[in-house]
């Protein structure tokens, strides 16, 4: 596992140059720069503009700008962003809890729901339970997230007037005391979670009812059935454990979203977290801040997927990464 592992970090390095250059090129390749979101809204001067290109060096060709951020990249320096010159990485630092303690609750909840909701309907095929709430899973799977979300704005946030819609916390949240605070983030993050977790736990209920599908149809689960054994020591023993393989794979992709964030969704709750950043790092051209975003991101992405490699040795004992002759 020691030699499969290091196999897979070295592995990490050319994937990761890859996606950064062909993340770099598509940014050069948009359409816009800083300096024309600032013409766009201020009387600038052909002197002053070139001298704006020259200050973001943007005068320089794309391949000599990439070189110029990889060496940075060397020692984790990100750069400045082109917004409010401060660094990258405070930036990300400054958003990374908010995002975390969203998503963080959306997994949470996805998974404490959506596992056993998946394992009783295969269990119970074909039931009225596994008819109705498939069905349900389905519509709600099919629904936008943005579209959910102005609806749930529009009726328990303006209509009703019983949850807030805008932040993380109300504007007189530093008035409030501890409990008092911590309640009005709860009622905050309402709404969000909501949206973030109706589509994740019906595509999760649903792919853990097709895995245990197909492990009760298996020959130890007939022979374990055969010996006596009682349902609930047949499911939790011999099915739920086999389930968990592809589920965990499944988590390996679903992991890094706890940093990423929903860009969608955090724009549209006005939530401080990473999402919105990118959102607003797009929109004016902050290529800095697009360049660090996108690379700690797809980092995540690859480590959270190696990480479910090796959990499998856990998962499933007979799995080895030993090399075979």
Known sequence: MLIYTLR??????????????????????APGNPADVVRGTA???????????RLYGL??????RYGIWLQRLVTFDFGSSFVDHRPVLAKVGERLPATLILNGASLFLTLL?????????AVRQHSKFDKIGGTVLYMLYSLPEFWVALLLIMLFGVKLDLLPFIGIESLNAGELGFWA??????????????????????????FVRGSTLEVIHQDYIRTARAKGLDDSRVVYKHIFKNTLIPVVTL?????PTLISGSIILEYIFSWPGIGQL?????????????????????????????VADLLY???????SYERKN
């Open 251 to 255: 988590l390996g992709i679903l992991l």
């Open 181 to 206: 605070r911590l309640w009005d983030r709860l009622l905050h993050m309402v709404l969000p979670t909501v949206c973030l977790t109706y589509g994740a736990l019906a595509f999760l209920s649903r």
């Open 313 to 319: 040795t856990w998962v499933d004992p007979r799995v």
């Open 278 to 306: 990118f959102f607003n790092s797009v929109m004016s051209r902050d290529y800095p801040t697009v360049m660090g975003l996108s690379f700690i991101t797809s980092l995540l992405v690859l480590l959270s997927t190696l």
């Open 59 to 64: 005068d320089k060709p794309v391949l000599v």
């Open 113 to 121: 729901f959506a596992i056993p909701f998946g394992l009783y309907s």
């Open 43 to 53: 009387t600038v001067s052909p002197e002053v503009y070139d001298e704006m290109l």
């Open 8 to 29: 897979r970090l070295a592995y990490l390095v050319p994937t990761l140059l890859g996606i950064t250059i062909v993340t770099f090129v598509i940014i050069s390749l």
